[in-house]
C-alpha cells in the first residue's frame, strides 16, 4: 500500500525522483496519468490494467463516461525509472498538474499522486479545515 507524503523537486530536465518505498511496490514499468484536482496519479502496472479494465465498461453513451476516459487515457504514459530512480514528467502531464520545482508525493492506496506544492498545500488546508463533515459524509462506507 502506498502510504506517506514526500517533498522532492522537479528538475530542469522535468525529472522527479520516485521515494524507494513507492519505486519498490511500482515494479519496472507503471503509468502515470492527470488526475483530479490538478495532480497525477501513477498506477503499478497490475493496478492499471484493472482501472482500465473499468474504464472500458464505462458506457459510450454517457457524455460524462466519454469525458473522463478521453481525460485519463489521453493523458496516461508508460513509464519507469533511470539509475538514479527518476521519472520523466512530459510537459502535457506538467501543465495539467501545474508542477515547478517543488513537488509532493503522496501516497494513495494502490498508486501514488503527485502535486505541485503549492496546490496540495492549498488541498490540504481546505480538507483539513471540513475533515470532519468529509468524515461524516463517508459513514455509509463503514469506515
Request: glycine residues 6%.
Given at each position: 500500500?502506498?502510504?506517506?507524503?514526500?517533498?522532492?523537486?522537479?528538475?530542469?530536465?522535468?525529472?522527479?525522483?520516485?521515494?524507494?518505498?513507492?519505486?519498490?511496490?511500482?515494479?519496472?514499468?507503471?503509468?502515470?496519468?492527470?488526475?483530479?484536482?490538478?495532480?497525477?496519479?501513477?498506477?503499478?502496472?497490475?493496478?492499471?490494467?484493472?482501472?482500465?479494465?473499468k474504464l472500458?465498461?464505462?458506457?459510450?453513451?454517457?457524455?460524462?463516461?466519454?469525458?473522463?476516459?478521453?481525460?485519463?487515457?489521453?493523458?496516461?504514459?508508460?513509464?519507469?525509472?533511470?539509475?538514479?530512480?527518476?521519472?520523466?514528467?512530459?510537459?502535457?502531464?506538467?501543465?495539467?498538474?501545474?508542477?515547478?520545482?517543488?513537488?509532493?508525493?503522496?501516497?494513495?492506496?494502490?498508486?501514488?499522486?503527485?502535486?505541485?506544492?503549492?496546490?496540495?498545500?492549498?488541498?490540504?488546508?481546505?480538507?483539513?479545515?471540513?475533515?470532519?463533515?468529509?468524515?461524516?459524509?463517508?459513514?455509509?462506507f463503514d469506515?
Amino acid at each position: 500500500m502506498f502510504m506517506g507524503e514526500y517533498q522532492h523537486t522537479l528538475d530542469d530536465k522535468s525529472r522527479l525522483i520516485i521515494p524507494a518505498k513507492f519505486r519498490n511496490q511500482l515494479g519496472d514499468t507503471f503509468v502515470v496519468t492527470r488526475w483530479m484536482e490538478h495532480s497525477l496519479f501513477a498506477f503499478p502496472k497490475d493496478e492499471w490494467d484493472k482501472f482500465e479494465e473499468k474504464l472500458n465498461k464505462l458506457p459510450f453513451g454517457a457524455k460524462d463516461a466519454r469525458a473522463f476516459r478521453r481525460f485519463v487515457l489521453a493523458g496516461a504514459i508508460e513509464s519507469d525509472f533511470d539509475k538514479q530512480g527518476r521519472i520523466i514528467i512530459p510537459t502535457v502531464l506538467k501543465e495539467h498538474a501545474q508542477l515547478n520545482k517543488n513537488v509532493v508525493i503522496t501516497g494513495s492506496g494502490n498508486g501514488f499522486e503527485i502535486w505541485s506544492k503549492d496546490n496540495w498545500e492549498e488541498y490540504t488546508a481546505g480538507t483539513a479545515e471540513n475533515f470532519d463533515q468529509i468524515a461524516e459524509e463517508l459513514t455509509d462506507f463503514d469506515l
